[in-house]
C-alpha cells in the first residue's frame, strides 16, 4: 500500500472552469516544483507536510505520508449525493504518481469519475496515470507567472503541451487553464493557441485573483483585454472561455 504527502481533503465546490459548480471531493497533494507569484495555495507548495487536514464531519489533523486507504476511506465520508468527482489537486499531484494510481484506481473500482488538476511540469508523470482520469485540467504557464527561471520556461512549456496532446489522445475530457494578468501579450496567447490548434481542447483565460499581498497591485486585466484575448483564442480553438474563480466570490475552500 502506498503512502504519500497531502496537504488537506475536503469537499466543495469546483471553483475553475467548465465545470464551476460542480461538487467534488478534493484531494490536495502536498508539493509543488513551481513558484508562480499569484499562487493561492503557498502551504500546499510543501512536499514533506508534517500533517493532512481533513475536513469532514469534524476537522482532524491526520499524520503525513498517509496511506492510500486512508484517503479512499475520507473519501467514502465526505461523498454526498450531488458528487460530480474526485479532483486531485494541489500543489502538484504529478510530484507523486504511483501514490495519486492508487487512490485514482479504488475511486474507479467505486464508480467514481476522477479529475486531475495539474501545472503540466511532467508529460512522463501524467502519461503514467493519465487512463485513471475522466477529466484533466492542464496549466499552461506563461514566462511572467514566475513559475519557473526563464532558462527552464520551454521545458515547462514543452511539457505541458505534451500533457495536452497525451491527454486528448487517451479520450479524456481535457480543460486547458491560461491564468491572464494586465498587459499579457496577446502574441503570447497567439502561440499558444497555433501549438494547441485542432485538438479537441476547452480553453479557458482565468483572469487573475490578486492574492492577499498584491491586493493594491494592479495586475487585474480589463474586460477589453480579455475580449482581445479571447478573440485570438478563438482563430485557433472552438471552446474558448473566460471564466475567473467562482469559489473566491463564495468566499469558500
Ligand atoms: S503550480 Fe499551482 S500550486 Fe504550484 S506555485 Fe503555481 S499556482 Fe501554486
Do not use: W
Request: hydrophobic share 40%.
Amino acid at each position: 500500500m502506498k503512502k504519500g504527502y497531502i496537504s488537506e481533503i475536503f469537499s466543495s465546490l469546483q471553483g475553475e472552469g467548465p465545470y464551476a459548480g460542480r461538487r467534488q471531493i478534493f484531494i490536495r497533494f502536498a508539493g509543488c516544483p513551481l513558484s508562480c507569484f499569484y499562487c493561492d495555495t503557498p502551504y500546499a507548495r510543501d512536499q514533506t507536510l508534517g500533517t493532512c487536514t481533513v475536513f469532514g464531519n469534524d476537522e482532524r489533523s491526520v499524520e503525513n505520508p498517509m496511506p492510500a486507504h486512508l484517503v479512499i476511506e475520507f473519501v467514502k465520508e465526505l461523498r454526498t449525493p450531488d458528487l460530480h468527482s474526485i479532483s486531485y489537486t494541489g500543489g502538484e499531484p504529478l510530484l507523486s504518481p504511483s501514490f495519486v494510481e492508487e487512490i485514482a484506481k479504488e475511486a474507479k473500482n467505486m464508480h467514481l469519475r476522477n479529475f486531475i488538476e495539474t501545472n503540466g511540469y511532467s508529460a512522463k508523470a501524467f502519461a503514467s496515470i493519465a487512463d485513471y482520469f475522466d477529466y484533466a485540467s492542464i496549466d499552461i504557464k506563461l514566462r511572467n507567472h514566475g513559475a519557473v527561471e526563464e532558462k527552464d520556461y520551454e521545458r515547462l512549456y514543452s511539457n505541458a503541451v505534451g500533457c495536452i496532446k497525451i491527454s486528448v489522445d487517451r479520450g479524456i475530457e481535457t480543460i486547458v487553464k491560461v491564468v491572464v494578468i494586465k498587459n499579457t501579450a496577446v502574441e503570447e496567447i497567439e502561440e499558444i493557441c497555433r501549438d494547441l490548434a485542432d485538438l479537441n481542447i476547452k480553453f479557458v483565460l482565468q483572469p487573475v485573483t490578486a492574492p492577499p499581498s498584491l491586493q493594491s497591485a494592479d495586475i487585474v486585466p480589463g474586460v477589453k483585454e480579455l475580449f482581445a484575448l479571447s478573440e485570438t483564442a478563438g482563430l485557433f480553438l472552438h471552446h474558448v472561455m473566460v471564466i475567473p474563480q467562482l469559489h473566491k466570490f463564495l468566499r469558500i475552500r
